[in-house]
């Protein structure tokens, strides 16, 4: 059994990219088949990362050697304790989004035409992120970030609707830059090791010149905080996603920022493990992350910017948890990564419903959705709950995790980091509690709620005349193509099973936290200790 | 490896990298596109620098294993060349849709800026009526202490008018006695006392006539300042609902005219 297992590692990356092309050959002919082959692609992803996860946890790291070439030659495909992690946590993420925008799909109806686009390049997309979270050479990470990012592009302005290029162009822009800068540190990390192998990586870099490191590091971790959104290079976030259809923007929350987080890890435990003084900057940019990120999120009152504005803020306790660079800090971070996924991602999914039911993500417009929709009231209450860190749920414990990491680190800006920290889980909780009040408390008529079955005709569709109301521009609800979408008292069975199915997930890392503590603790061992990673690819493993 | 680069190589590669973060730097995105091209062609020559000297082809049999150049750069650069056309392309079919939908390519500015700029107006307005609230405030204070003054100004005048009056009654009673005192027969002092009483009647009676015009005309006043206090806050409350009122079409047609620019459909329709 054993033997078979480092035959799974390509798998997350291979299964989506044929179900791709599968699908590009079968066109629009046969929507249900498409949707079929999606969902199974999916499903066997996950069941790859659940063996994974715990073939992985017996057996140690599994390696191929894609093509056959030796140890420094050929790329290297690496599953550890944290890339088997991520690629199960991303794709039961991918895996319910599927499903949802399915159910979306068939709800509003759409024409084939955008959903033969949208399938094919999430699963595309699906492989980029899983070629990220295994690849163990830097350059292949560098073409899983473009596979991702590219078919994110699409992702972000499809229908092209003036908004959605608007915004797509200051995110494709943005990650633009970030990948040239990731492309020119690989460049000079070539120059200077001669390798691009993140195993003889570790080996070599560390006989270079300190200064040296430094940059190279420096000029990594700066592409990597792009991706992540880390303050101050966060501004492109809050202002791109939520423009994006929700179960698009839904995946990126959840994802794209959290392979910069897991970029970040690689690169300051296996590549470049111990500098100070980079670990005191990324602790200072994990404060002003959380503290700043939040204070943009107070300020909001569209439910999808606001959760936006919380997603760059809970980057920072994840990279809190890095810069610590202990065994706890690793630990909480890791825990946390695999927490806020699922949460962010779920709540991005309820503000999908909750545009649905009301037309609206503004919080001028809603008021009463608790008594007009209680099902929509916990499905929201739960990962806001969650998110916020009120115990027991997971937000907390990996909040306490990282506060315990902190206070056993001990120094004055630990300290700091921790009362920022609590600050912001505070904040977070107004915030949401505010958002509570506001679209889910108020009588229900104090809002401006749109009467059920209204057709909200989209401004940004092409075909709206003169005549549609330029005030609805980016507040109607537009379905993933784009189109108009009707308001409904009733969700599609397959949207609500999708956010039901993501919410019971948030829970059961609480109902498990035991096993998934341990699990990432014994993940922070083995990235800070190396030695596993590295004579899993250097000693024998070839295949 | 023989690590020597051409100083050529470099130099083109910091001409190119230059011109393209400048050109990165602006808001068309067909420029930005340009940049992007720079920009990548710049770093693949930066990591073709990486290579060393050049060599043979590195095929086995026709390069003598020493003499190769380093394939690896190339494989890389051959890699990312596919990934800038992709994204090149992409970028501009993305000018292009933009082009097609605005008539530009031209990268907006955020939401927030605006919601803020909105809401800079609105503040302004609140701290105008705020303002404005005070006076009216300030002018009917003043107004009701004048008011009050005159009250108790009327107050005394009455005062004095009643010591006068209770005075001219005590005078009456004291002559009343004098004469009732000094009149022997009982019909000299019951005629007397009529004639006395009559006129002590008249006295009180026009004495309390004074006083009731004086109230009177103390309400009228009153009444006539209420009036005027109300009449002032009316036109203040209606004065600031026009102002709101005009604001809020102001920030509408602002909002119009941003989804108008926003929105080709609405090009050259107002």
Redesign the interface.
Known sequence: MADLLPYLVPLPVVVPLFAAGLKFAIGVRSPLLNQLISVVALALVLATGVALLFGVAAHGPQVVQVGGWDFPIGITLVADRLSALMVTVSSAITLGVLVYSIGQGIADQEEATPLAIFYPTFLILVAGVSNAFLTGDLFNLYVGFEILLTSSYVLMTQGGTVARIRAGSTYVVVSLLSSVIFLIAIGLIYAAAGTVNMAHLAERLADLPVQLQLVLQVMLLLAFAIKAAVFPLSAWLPDSYPTAPAPVTAVFAGLLTKVGVYAMIRAQTLLFPRNEAVDVLLLWTALATMVIGIFGAMAQTDIKRMLSFTLVSHIGYMVFGIGLASVHGMSGAVFYVAHHITVQTTLFLVAGLVERRSGSTSLHDLSGLAKLSPVLGVLFFIPAMNLAGIPPLSGFLGKLGLIQAGVQDGSPLAYLLVAGSVVTSLLTLFSMVRLWNYAFWRAPEEGRPVALGTLLESSEDESSGPESAPMAVGRAPTGIGGKAVMTSDVFPPMMLGATVALVLLGVAFTVFAGPLVGYSEDTAVELLARTPYLEAVVGGGAR | ?N?TPTILLIVVVGVLVAAGVTL?LERS?TR?LLG?IL??NG?NL??L??SGTPGGPPLLGLTPVGEMSDP??QA?IL??IV?TL??TA??LA?AY??WQ??GHDE??D???DRRIATGGERRRMRQYIRAQRRALRQAIRAQRSELEAQIDAQDQLEEAERAVIREQIAQARRDLEERLEAASDDETRRRLLHSQAADVQSTVEEARRRMLRARSELAEHLRADKEKERRLRRELRQRIRAQKQQLRASI?AE??RL??A?????QG?D
Do not use: K, N, W, Y
Not at chain 2, 262 to 266: F, K, R
């Open positions: 490896m690590d990165l995105l930005i992007v920009l990548g770093v930066m990591i620098s990486t690896l750069p890389m890699t990312a990934i992709g994204v992409f970028l993305m849709r933009s939908l605005q990268v907006q955020d939401a927030e509408r909002r119009e989804a108008r926003e929105d080709s459909d609405m329709v």
